[in-house]
Each structure stands twice: as structure tokens, then as C-alpha cells.
């Protein structure tokens, strides 16, 4: 079947999905809800095993209405640990602490993983009771009656590192933006309910991730008292950068496999939830080209701006982040200035092919640099 000729379907086909990420599994609850069966495929043996029981923000800023009520309207229930986050405290590369506030959540914390809680593990629960079939160990090459694509990150020129660790602190939400710590990314530390994470998310120098790492580790042992308790070393990849693609022959595509990243800081489950519920009620309608419609007014706007945003933050530097930050801690409403921070705009439309370029190429050369052994698997 060709998606892209809209031909006639056989009604009680399966809908065949490939990969059970945060894109998959929604396309895969769209498409059952819908009254299609569907068999999802996932290579791994249970769902979230890309992930480490680390903790993650989904993001709630870049609309005015909050994310857990548009997931509400695409039938995904909070069923996950979650906890809203309306402060945090930021270090720059002098030590200095900025408190930044929001009225409304900036984000929710999530975590990812395989165990109970986590946002794979409801996403899993809502498909199964909606009649998915998931088969595990599976990766099918060949799909004659068309797919919905979502096996997430390409390539890697995004790279996580951390701990994930029990702790006795108190919850809190800390980062630092600092050349030292984290090259054009930034250190995180996270704490929700006696569990936490601290990383570095880098988009440079890749080969010396350890080295950054265990800088992150000491910065907040010293800033904030960071105690860990059984910490576990653990690594990820993300593809901030890949070219939009919403369907290749018979093939539609969502989440990060689309190219769908925030270029900036890497926020991209909330465009791999919305995605795979778009990508399937194309799929499941026959109507592929509204998907691509639909992909371009939600995502490209925001996607471009990423892109533009990147451009310029890598070009801050160390005192670029100071000023920044006190810009975020000024605002009398953090979710608001990301939001606006976030939104498209038509002189970020025009400084899109120039930034792209330019960052496209600065990704090459940390690639060029990094050690392979550096880098943990892509997916
Ligand atoms: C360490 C780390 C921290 C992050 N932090 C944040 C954050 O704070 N906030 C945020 O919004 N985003 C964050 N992200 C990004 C976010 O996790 C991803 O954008 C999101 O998971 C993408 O979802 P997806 O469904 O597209 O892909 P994935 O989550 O990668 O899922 C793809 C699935 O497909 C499976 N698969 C791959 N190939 C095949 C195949 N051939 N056949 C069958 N199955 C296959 C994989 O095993 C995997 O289970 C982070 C990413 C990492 C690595």
C-alpha cells in the first residue's frame, strides 16, 4: 500500500506500528481507540528500556493550555508519577543563584523507564486495555500494508549523562548553565520523592562526558547538598537536529523519528505523544496528507525557532547564560517568557537557514571529536 497514493484499506487490517516509545504507544491508543487493531513492535524486551528510571521534564510552557489537558483530549490519562513544577533555582558559571517562578507548572516531572510509575509504564497500561498487542523482540523490516514509524533518535548529536540514585533530600528542581559543567547544554539536578537525577545534557565535546559528569555531580554536592544513595551511572542520545519527515513511501513517521526535537534543551516528549496520536488518525483515516497539514501547523514553527534559539545560545558563553537567566528570573512569570521564548516568529522563520547551517556544522565537529566509546548506544 502507498499512504502517500490514499488508497483503500481493508478495515480490520492491523495498524502496524514500530517502536513502543512515548510516540508509539500513543499512536498505538489513537489507532485502537479508533477501533482498529493494532500490533505495536518493540526491538526491546519491555517498554522504556531505552530509559534508566531517570527523571524527566515534560514540558508546559510552549502553550497557553497545560500539557496534561491536551493529553487529555488525545485520550492519554496522568496515570504516571508526575509532579508539577512552578520553581527552580539556576546557577551560571560564577556560582551565582537565580530563583525562577511560574504562576502555572513550567513542566511536569516525569520518569522514564521500565519501572511502575513511569510514563512508559501507564502509556503501556492505557494501550494494552485499549487492545493493543505489543510484541516485544520484534523489529520487522518490511511492512506491504503501510506503518507507523517511531523508533526514535537516528543519530546522536544530543548526549545525556548521569546518575539515577535513592536520596533522603528534600524535592527540588536545580540547574546550572556553565561552559565547565556542561558545553552549550546545561548541568540538571532533580529530586521528586526520594528519587533523583543528575546529569549533563551536551551538545559539545562528547568525548569527555565522564569528565562533565562527575563536575555536575560536584558542583551540586557543593552547591545544594546533593547526598546519593546507590547511584547508578546512566547515558542517553537524542537527534536534535534531524530534518523534519512526516511519511516515506508507505510509511508515516512520528516523534523523534520525524525530526521532531526541541534544539534548544532536548524537550521532546510532548511533540512524540501529540505526533503519534496525529500520525494515526491520518493513518487510521487514510488521510496522510492531512498529517503532514496538521505536523506543520503544531510542530514546524516551534521546531525552526528551536533551531534559531540554539544558534544563539551557543553563541552566549558563560557570561551570554548569566544574563540570560537573570532575563528568566526577572519575568514575573517563567512559563511565560519561555513561552514567548519558545513561540515561532517570522525573524526566526528568516535567520532559520543560516542558523541550521551553522549549527549543523558545529554538531559535525563534535561528532568528528567525540571517542566512540563515549557515546552509549543510540537507542
Ligand atoms: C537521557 C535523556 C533525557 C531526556 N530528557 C528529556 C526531558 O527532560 N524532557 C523531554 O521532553 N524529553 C527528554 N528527552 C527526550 C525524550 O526522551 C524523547 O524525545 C522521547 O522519548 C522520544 O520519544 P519517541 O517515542 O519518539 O522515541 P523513543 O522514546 O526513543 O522510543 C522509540 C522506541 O522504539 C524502539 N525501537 C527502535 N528501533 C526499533 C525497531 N527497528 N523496531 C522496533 N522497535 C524499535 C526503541 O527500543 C524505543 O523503545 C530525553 C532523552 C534522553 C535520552
Known sequence: MRLDAEPRMISQRPV???GAGPAGLSAALTAARAGRPVTLYERRSEVGSRFHGD???LENWTTPVDVLEELGTIGIQPTFDCAPISEGVFYDAAGRERVVRSGRPAFYLVRRGSADGTLDQSLKAQALSAGVSIRFREAPADFPNGVIRTPGPGRCDALDVGYVFDTEMADGVFAALSERLAPKGYAYLLISRGWGTVAVCLFDDYANAREYR???RDFFERRV?????NPRAFGGTGNVLATPLTHCGNALYAGEAAGLQ???WGFGMRYALLSGHLAASAFVARTPRQYERSFRRRFAGFLRASVVNRFFYERLGDSGYARLLERIARAADAREWL???????LWKTLWFPIA?????SARRRAEAGARAPALPATR
Not at 547538598?225 to 544513595?229: A, V
Not at 513561552?339 to 516568529?345: E, G, L, S, T, V
Not at 541550521?356 to 549543523?360: G, I, K, L, T
Open 214 to 216: 562527575e563536575r555536575a
Open 262 to 264: 526541541d534544539a534548544l
Open 356 to 360: 541550521r547551517a551553522s549549527v549543523e
Open 55 to 57: 527523571l524527566q521534564g
Open 16 to 18: 502496524e506500528i514500530l
Open 339 to 345: 513561552r514567548r521564548f519558545y513561540a515561532p516568529r
Open 225 to 229: 547538598g546533593l547526598t546519593m544513595r
